[in-house]
């Protein structure tokens, strides 16, 4: 067993416990999804949506497995699509870089949407 952990291992770290470790990273801003598998028709192709994302990774188990998938501002039209299949789940959360935030649902993901092309 090494003593250095591997790229895969750091990037697996909860990103309060990164930023305590090594120091913030700058990285652009970006708001995530975090959400439990669902019952809905189209998990299949919000599953598809949030591996296509920045940033994407499973965590927990059983009744405490999460998806997270991290979108840039630049991919609002596919954080829009994937907020429409598990947006209305009461167990979704939205982090706005990576920190719940008062009117995430509310404020932020619409402010978000005016960054999509007409």
Same mark, same amino acid.
């Given at each position: 067993?090494? +003593?250095?952990?591997?790229? +895969? +291992?750091?990037? #697996? ?16 801003? #970006? ?5 439990? &598998?669902? $019952? %809905?028709?189209?998990?299949? *192709?919000? @599953?598809?949506?949030? *591996?296509?994302? /920045?940033?994407?990774?499973? &965590? =927990?188990? =059983?009744?405490?497995?999460?998806? *997270?998938? *991290? ?7 596919? @954080?829009? $699509?994937?907020?429409?299949? %598990?947006?209305?789940? $009461? /167990? &979704? ?7 719940? %935030? ?6 932020? @993901?619409? @402010? %978000? ?6």
């Amino acid at each position: 067993m090494s +003593e250095q952990p591997s790229d +895969e +291992e750091l990037a #697996s770290l909860d990103p309060d416990l990164y930023e305590a470790l090594f120091g913030s990273r700058p990285r652009p801003f #970006s708001i995530t999804l975090v959400f439990p &598998t669902l $019952d %809905v028709p189209d998990f299949a *192709r919000a @599953l598809d949506l949030a *591996r296509a994302s /920045a940033e994407f990774r499973e &965590t =927990g188990s =059983g009744d405490r497995h999460r998806y *997270r998938a *991290r979108f840039w501002s630049s991919d609002a039209a596919r @954080l829009r $699509d994937l907020f429409e299949i %598990v947006g209305a789940a $009461d /167990a &979704t959360d939205v982090l706005v870089d990576d920190r719940p %935030v008062p009117y995430a649902r509310e404020l932020w @993901l619409p @402010l %978000v949407w005016f960054l999509i092309p007409r």
